[in-house]
């Protein structure tokens, strides 16, 4: 096989999906008889003419054939020229594939394709014959259609043994090219069928040609498009096979008719013919289709029992054969191992606007009048098609002004076309399910299905676990990667509208409440005895009265949620590692919550209570928490949640953030099931009591910026499920109490900020510790000895420790650490045992203490030692000297040594192999710079104003280069920047990489020839210049004085101009500019190959210009820009190649 295809097919109505083109009998019995029947095989409808062609047939039918084929099969043989019948055949098949994109398949049966594109051998001799007796402007438009015909992709019989081989291989590549095409039904007025299309040809796998029946079942929401895409499928590949039936309506169907009509009536539309009777039986006459190729799909079933009562339990059908179901239930196809499941998604945001106007507006876009309305429409629907196709045939024909309140009433009052729909769904539901979706839509959507299934969980008739299980298949609901329980919009909508229709007009009658005006409403009646569950946001821009009172009559509250919009969601799951350790937002404000009364009342069946910036001191003395499971009451009034001992052993969490006049905690000794405890910014906090030990299932625990607490009690050790502990900001706390048992489970400890002074030697009981955090600790003066004895230790965080000097001696003991944290802390000096760990990063960074951390350790202890280190930092360290033993850190990559004290860097660094990166910014002191492995890729060495020196590789850089010296005026004294742009410069040896630098200079290297003034240049380019193998080009510009603080950038771009086309795009050649004092140069080269520019594209536009600006990023000025190519020829651009530069714009300071 040459290649393929050399256009696209026609979008038209065709009779045949092959024409075949030959000259000859012999052709016909040897070849193109076979190349038929294997094309016909293949479900192909395949034209070819009669034996006889000259007898029966004018050449008018078969130019008509050929204009109603998709795709024409052209088979040159050695007397094929010879046939004025096939040379006219071909003229026309060439005008069907200029104006229809029909497909074009040369075949060059046993000849030279050389001899059909220049009419050489058999086929010259033929011509010789025709210009003696026929019109010359006739011959001659035959001898341009061989010559075009031949330059298509085909086939040369030569490169096979044997012709089966071919025409299998023919015939596969043809049934290929087809299944590509869409049929009319599929292309004129379905939108965003791309990538279901292919999705579903390679879960039929219509591509490999395979012999298997294959079963696909399209499972989603109502409205999300299965049966359209099913349609779609059926319609563009149903003339492949012998039988095919859409039966639609399935569930349906199947109301009120028993087995043995819908059987009738499923037969009767897979032969296309009437079933009168099964006769000797429906399992019989589903045998006869057994060896036959059939394509069914049956539309929207809802039960398994459907498909076995149509395709039979032990299904049998004929090679090839496709079975594809479509159910809003994905239960309905578990039952059924051999399918596969295809879940649509919702429309993108482009295929939902065209879906969208098409139905609004009878064309693809709205008008720019209609454009923000019809983007308000959009975001209602969401991507889902029913609703795009409803919503704007509605708004078809309508005034703006109609619109406007159409899309507001929406808000209120939704579209019952759309509702009816998707509660077809919800009908099929059981008591049980209907409660746990209609939670989820009132309450719980977006929270995390662990959560949730707790909640449900405590109430006796719910059955979270099977009822989500349900809501999963019938896709009325899903999960999120971080296990958040997600909804359409449009179903969360329907489930509210089920609740609204419980009373429209009497709020305080319905079961559940979100709206803040219904909660009001409900309160004022003091008569809201259906109310079941109240979820509110509250608006904080205004003063909000709420009837105290009202909670009497609600004996049936069971879920009470009021928030705020501003504060995030506990169980909301943001962080995919580790949901339950949230942070708040951080903010107090003025209550606006006004109670009218006090709360006498509160239901005994609550299980959630969530009440942000409650107002008042205390909850009901009266209230019974026996059966809550969450306690959220963040940034409240509250002092104390009740007196004395209260059942509360369903509890699972607590979460009292920001209450910041909460004194103390109340008894825990009944919370046996309490996992979180959340008292951050408990300011008032002054302890805790020692009740607290009795939590013995306690996993969470925050006592962040709780800043009064001083002490914790030591029975802190009897909580044997207690994972985190966070202490962070309790700035009073000067000792962490004494563990006398083992804690086998708390793996986060977060002491940062405390006032700890040293820990207690007990440490080493938390045998499971993992990590440490004790940062910005100021009055920390060590660390015990047997903190080492922790075995299981991976994280270390001693940044800000001021005051700490040492590390303990046996520090190697920590087997595992992973990570060490000093930065900005009082080490001076490393433990040489720190060299049996394994640790990939050493930050040091503002340790200022630290002169020469390597230099007491011999070469010999160090080498092969720490071999996982791959980033150090030593940045504003006291940094005197690097010792030699650098270079045994053989993994490194990345050597931060900013703003140190170095005047020199070890010879020996060209042996860290793997360097990559080295920051050298504002080392003041640094006189030059030693020869560096070829592995480096970026130097920084910006402010280095005593820099003199620079030793480059030996050997050329494996990868791209960025080199900035801002500032570095030595350098340019020394005039060192020539030898580094001279050696490195253009990338030698290999164009693919990236190549920048910056450094002080006011002139552009003369090897730019296209330069000149300004932030622009344009060049001339030369005939075929792409077919010189372009690699790469430089940009190179002068950037004048510049001392703003921030850091820089320009954005390049090129504009390539031709023959009626022009060519755009753009690329980063100059950036991360810095602040600099006087004139810069910047030099950056850019691969070609970056572009992804096809070569035939640029040819065929014949691009004879380029245009080269530079648009800054912030406040720079460009003085001067010039433009430099690269060729694969002769690797530099040839001046005689090129016109003079053009200059474009200037920019004028």
Not at 165 to 193: N, T
Not at 236 to 242: D, K, Q, S
Not at 1089 to 1110: H, L, Q
Request: glycine share 6%.
């Amino acid at each position: 096989m040459a290649s393929s295809s050399s256009s696209s097919s026609s979008e038209r109505r065709c009779k045949y999906d092959v024409f075949l083109n030959f000259r000859g009998e012999g052709t016909r019995k040897i070849f193109v008889g076979h190349l038929h029947k294997a094309l016909e095989l293949r479900g192909l409808k395949t034209f070819i003419d009669s034996e006889d062609v000259g007898k029966g047939h004018d050449l008018s039918v078969l130019l008509e054939a050929i204009s109603d084929s998709k795709l024409s099969i052209v088979v040159f043989s050695q007397d094929y020229a010879s046939s004025t019948w096939c040379l006219k055949e071909l003229v026309q098949i060439l005008k069907c594939n200029a104006t229809q994109k029909q497909i074009v398949v040369p075949i060059f049966y046993q000849l030279d394709p050389s001899h059909v594109r220049k009419q050489e051998a058999s086929f010259a001799q033929a011509f010789l014959k025709h210009e003696s007796n026929r019109d010359l402007q006739e011959v001659q438009s035959w001898r341009s259609a061989l010559t075009q015909a031949a330059n298509f992709s085909g086939w040369d019989s030569r490169d096979y043994k044997d012709d089966a081989k071919l025409i299998d291989a023919i015939a596969v590549d043809v049934f290929h090219k087809l299944i590509h095409i869409p049929s009319r039904e599929v292309s004129d007025d379905l939108v965003g069928m791309d990538s279901p299309m292919h999705i579903m040809r390679r879960l039929l796998r219509l591509s490999g040609g395979t012999s298997d029946v294959v079963y696909v079942g399209i499972w989603g929401m109502g409205g999300i498009g299965k049966t359209t895409i099913a349609k779609a499928v059926y319609n563009n590949i149903a003339r492949l096979f012998e039988h095919s039936c859409f039966l639609d309506n399935v569930r349906e169907r199947f109301t009120g008719k028993d087995t043995r009509q819908m059987q009738v009536e499923f037969l009767s539309e897979l032969l296309n013919e009437k079933v009168k009777s099964l006769g000797g039986g429906y399992m019989m006459m589903l045998e006869r289709l057994g060896e036959r190729k059939i394509l069914v799909v049956l539309d929207d079933v809802d039960d398994s029992n459907q498909i076995d009562t149509l395709l039979g339990k032990k299904r049998s059908f004929g090679g090839g054969s496709k079975i594809i179901v479509t159910t809003r239930d994905e239960h309905v196809l578990q039952p059924h191992d051999e399918f596969k499941i295809y879940k649509p998604k919702p429309l993108s945001d482009g295929d939902a606007l065209k879906l969208f106007s098409q139905n609004a507006f009878k064309k693809n876009k709205p008008s720019e009048e209609y454009d923000h309305l019809s983007r308000r429409a959009l975001e209602y629907a969401q991507g889902l098609p029913l609703a795009l196709r409803i919503l704007g045939s509605h708004l078809h024909n309508k005034s703006v002004s109609v619109w406007k309140d159409e899309l507001e009433k929406i808000k209120k009052i939704p579209n019952t076309g759309i509702q009816r729909v998707l509660k077809i769904s919800y009908d099929g539901l059981d008591d049980s399910q209907k409660k746990i979706f209609l939670d989820i839509a009132c309450f719980f959507k977006g929270l995390h299905k662990d959560y949730v299934t707790q909640v449900l969980g405590s109430f006796d008739d719910f059955y979270p676990l099977s009822g989500l299980e349900v809501l999963l298949e019938k896709a009325l609901v899903t999960i999120s990667k971080f296990g958040g329980l997600e909804m359409h919009d449009l179903l969360q909508e329907m489930g509210r509208e089920i609740i609204h229709s419980e009373s429209p007009n009497k709020p305080w009658k319905r079961s559940r409440l979100w709206s803040y005006e219904d909660v009001q409403d409900a309160l004022t009646r003091n008569k809201a005895t259906k109310v079941e569950g109240i979820m509110v946001e509250l608006p904080d821009s205004k003063d909000m009265y709420l009837n105290a009172e009202g909670f009497v009559s609600m004996t049936n509250l069971r879920l009470l949620r009021i928030t705020y919009p501003d504060v995030n969601n506990f169980y909301r799951p943001e962080n995919p590692i580790l949901e339950m350790f949230h942070n708040d937002i951080a903010f107090f404000r003025e209550s606006n919550q006004k109670l009218n009364g006090d709360p006498k009342f509160l239901s005994h069946k609550l299980r959630v209570l969530v009440w942000h910036d409650y107002p008042l001191k205390a909850l009901p003395s009266n209230f019974d928490p026996k059966n809550l499971v969450d306690l959220d009451m963040r940034f409240s009034r509250i002092e104390q949640l009740w007196v004395g001992t209260k059942r509360i052993k369903e509890l699972i969490s607590i979460n009292l953030s920001y209450c910041k006049y909460l004194k103390e905690i109340p008894l825990c000794t009944e919370a046996t099931k309490l996992e979180k405890l959340i008292l951050k910014g408990c300011t008032s906090l002054l302890e805790v009591h020692p009740s607290i030990s009795a939590l013995e299932k306690l996993v969470f625990w925050s006592l962040e910026d709780c800043t009064k607490l001083k002490i914790l009690p030591s029975s802190i050790h009897h909580l044997k499920s207690l994972k985190f502990l966070d202490l962070c900001g309790c700035s009073n706390l000067e000792m962490f109490p004494d563990i006398s048992e083992d804690m086998e489970a708390l793996s986060e400890l977060k002491l940062d900020e405390t006032a700890i002074k040293e820990l207690p030697s007990s440490i080493e009981r938390l045998r499971r510790l993992k990590s440490l955090s004790m940062e910005n600790c100021t009055s920390l003066v060590c660390l015990p000895d047997n903190i080492c004895n922790l075995a299981d230790l991976m994280y270390l965080y001693l940044s800000g420790c001021s005051q700490l000097r040492n590390l303990p001696k046996n520090f190697g003991s920590l087997e595992s650490l992973l990570e060490l944290e000093l930065h900005n802390s009082g080490i001076e000096k490393l433990p040489v045992s720190i060299l049996r760990l394994k640790l990939g990063k050493l930050s040091f960074y503002g340790c200022e203490r630290m002169k020469a951390p390597l230099s007491s350790w011999r070469s010999s202890s160090i080498e092969g030692r720490w071999n996982a280190v791959v980033f150090i930092d030593f940045r504003d360290c006291n940094l005197l000297e690097l010792s030699d033993a650098i270079a045994h850190f053989s993994s490194l990559k990345i050597l931060e040594l900013s703003g140190t004290n170095l005047k020199s860097l070890p010879s020996t660094m060209n042996r860290l192999d793997f360097l990559e990166r080295l920051e050298l910014e504002g080392c003041k002191r640094l006189k030059s710079i030693p020869e560096l492995s070829s592995s480096i890729s970026y130097i920084n060495a910006n402010n280095c104003t005593t820099l003199e020196t620079i030793s480059t590789p030996k050997r050329p850089y494996d990868m791209g280069r960025y080199f900035t010296f801002c500032n570095c005026w030595k350098l340019v004294q020394n005039d060192l920047f020539r030898d580094i742009v001279e050696t490195h410069f253009p990338p030698q040896g290999n164009y693919s990489r990236h190549f920048y630098i910056c450094f002080p200079g006011s002139e552009i290297p003369e090897r730019f020839i296209h330069q000149c003034k300004g932030s622009s240049v344009t060049a001339q380019l030369p005939l075929n210049w792409v077919d010189n193998k372009v690699l790469g080009f430089s940009i190179c510009a002068v950037i004048g004085h510049w001392d703003y603080y921030s850091v820089s950038s320009a954005q390049c771009f090129c504009t390539l101009k031709g023959n009626h086309c022009e060519y755009r795009f753009s690329f980063y050649g100059i950036s991360e500019i810095r602040p600099f004092k006087g004139n810069h140069m910047c030099l950056g080269y850019v691969p070609w190959s970056e572009f992804g520019i096809n070569g035939e594209e640029v040819n065929e536009c014949r691009y004879t210009e380029a245009k080269f600006e530079i648009q800054c990023l912030g406040p720079l000025f460009i003085q001067r820009c010039g433009v430099q190519f690269f060729f694969a020829n002769n690797n530099e651009v040839a001046h005689q190649d090129f016109g003079e530069p053009m200059v474009q714009s200037e920019r004028q300071p």
